[in-house]
């Protein structure tokens, strides 16, 4: 599986973004998925997840009620909307997928595959 994010850039602060991860292949609905991010200087944090179906999501607490994780299996894409931005929100972001029975989504080692990460920048 290959993973393509997208969809990164420079907002000011109180602006949104839309990040999409396209994967290859045509057994994307077998993954559960992840959005990470590392901020500069720092380590890689989770920051949502998603099961297979989509029935359920899971979010960091510092994201809860800004940022809104889908997916769309049709489609291979995960998306990660991200509204009410702020420049602690400054970083690379990365998808992730993980192809284990019973994902633990906050686990950056779980994951079996990553994209190559999009960088959003949050200006003051």
């Known amino acids: 599986v290959q993973l393509q994010a997208s969809g990164g850039g420079l907002v000011q602060n109180g602006g949104s973004l839309r990040l999409s991860c396209v994967a290859s292949g045509r057994t994307f609905s077998r993954y559960a998925l992840g959005w990470f991010r590392q901020p500069p200087g720092k380590e890689r944090e989770f920051v949502a997840g998603?099961?297979?179906?989509?029935?359920?999501?899971y979010y960091t607490n510092s994201v809860k009620g800004r940022f809104t994780i889908s997916r769309d299996n049709a489609k291979n894409t995960v998306y990660l909307q991200m509204n009410s931005l702020n420049p602690e929100d400054t970083a690379v972001y990365y998808c992730?997928?993980?192809?284990?029975?019973?994902?633990?989504?906050?686990?950056?080692?779980?994951?079996?595959?990553w994209g190559q990460g999009t960088q959003v920048t949050v200006s003051a």
């Open positions: 998603i099961s297979r179906s989509g029935g359920n999501i």
């Open positions: 992730a997928a993980d192809l284990g029975v019973y994902p633990n989504y906050q686990v950056l080692n779980e994951y079996n595959y």
